[in-house]
């Protein structure tokens, strides 16, 4: 298959990624239309703490729509590789070539390269791959987790509350201002909500809709796909019109 065609069907997958984008998002505004959880008040202080209670799970329809964007976001950059190989040698295979994710902030080590099929690229067309890793580095390391994590098990969605807050007072009268807790930043802030779980109220308002990533052992928003979405169109934007193509896409 020339190099065109490569290219043209890394498009197309993209295409597909964005159907399933749509889906996503569509399926979220259903499910945040429901009583998802209710927080119950435990003792009488004034600041107060409450008991989360979990009313209605995530669907696990959004773990098959998450997956299947998922899966469409990392094949679009695999078939984007293939084009780049096959655009400096027509006959070569590109039975293994893979988009090569490497370590983020790293350049590609010789055994890396070699693992992801790419090792006997053009220096224009590594170049090209390293400024796609270089650029979009934060988004390409949270796809490539997901991905690996999505080959296993089920991408599940849950509630954290990312970040400890607090009230602080100033002015006067006196006015209330939700802060960060810088004192009280630690991993256990960052973790799945299930019922009976307890914490400040001040902390109610941050909760979030989020996937725990095995591979960076934290809880990421599910919003951020948005992000690695958005990323990723650039990035294959980026080696389109490497390879020629004048088309956005």
């Known amino acids: 298959m020339p190099y065109q065609e490569r290219m043209r069907t890394a498009i197309a997958k993209r295409m597909w990624a964005s159907v399933h984008m749509q889906e996503l998002n569509r399926r979220l505004v259903e499910y945040e239309a429901l009583p998802r959880y209710t927080l119950e008040s435990v003792g009488t202080e004034i600041a107060g703490t409450v008991r989360f209670v979990e ?52 350049p590609l080590t010789s055994k890396q390269k070699r693992g992801s099929g790419v090792s006997v690229v053009s220096a224009e067309s590594l170049n090209a791959i390293e400024h796609v890793r270089a650029t979009y580095a934060d988004s390409l390391e949270l796809l490539n987790s997901l991905s690996n994590q999505d080959k296993h098990r089920l991408i599940v969605p849950v509630f954290f509350h990312p970040k400890p807050y607090r009230f602080v007072f100033s002015g006067t009268p006196p006015v209330p201002e939700l802060t ?14 299930k019922t009976g779980d307890t914490f400040p109220i001040t902390n109610a308002v941050k909760l979030d809709l989020g996937m725990y990533v095995d591979d960076l052992d934290k809880i990421v928003p599910v919003n951020a796909l948005a992000g690695v979405y958005n990323d990723t169109m ?8 490497e390879l020629g193509f004048t088309v956005e896409i």
């Open 180 to 193: 960060l807790d810088t004192a009280d930043i630690s991993d256990a802030w960052d973790r799945p909500l």
């Open 234 to 241: 650039k990035a294959l934007e980026f080696i389109a019109q």
């Open 55 to 106: 009313i209605n799970q995530p669907p696990k329809e959004l773990s098959f729509v998450l997956g299947d964007l998922i899966n469409n976001l990392r094949t679009s950059l695999d078939y984007a590789a293939c084009a780049l190989l096959r655009r400096d040698d027509p006959q070569a295979s590109v039975k293994y070539v893979q988009f090569p994710y490497g370590d983020k902030n790293t």
